[in-house]
């Protein structure tokens, strides 16, 4: 059974960095696809970013293109966001999930497992 537990969360200022960290247990190749997701209170689940497993290609939501990046280290079975220039609006819970369509969107309906979730706040 795969299990995705997400790491790394806590209270950043704007402007600040943070890594956040999606191991992965159980882990077989009918999981092609990572995501990263977030949700801020009082909105819906929105995707952030994903990485194909085995080539590591990468889509991005607009709103964190050029500040964050998402990466893989097969070896270790985890995915990674690194959150450069934080924003408040980025805070919410970021949860990463795992789907067996290679190139799938940003779309959460694509992704079966599901980590618990890391909060992240980002305020002065």
């Known amino acids: 059974q795969l299990q995705l537990v997400e790491s790394g969360g806590g209270l950043v200022q704007p402007g600040g960095s943070l890594r956040l960290s999606c191991a992965a247990s159980g882990f077989t190749s009918d999981y092609t696809a990572i995501g990263w997701f977030r949700q801020a209170p009082g909105k819906e689940r929105e995707g952030v970013s994903r990485?194909?497993?085995?080539?590591?290609?990468?889509l991005y939501a607009e709103s964190v293109k050029g500040r964050f990046t998402i990466s893989r280290d097969k070896a270790k079975s985890t995915v990674y966001l690194q959150m450069n220039n934080i924003d408040p609006e980025d805070t919410g819970v970021y949860y990463c999930?795992?789907?067996?369509?290679?190139?799938?969107?940003?779309?959460?309906?694509?992704?079966?497992?599901w980590g618990q979730g890391t909060q992240v706040t980002v305020s002065s």
């Open positions: 999930a795992a789907g067996p369509f290679r190139y799938s969107s940003l779309n959460s309906a694509q992704y079966v497992h």
């Open positions: 990485i194909t497993w085995d080539d590591g290609r990468t």
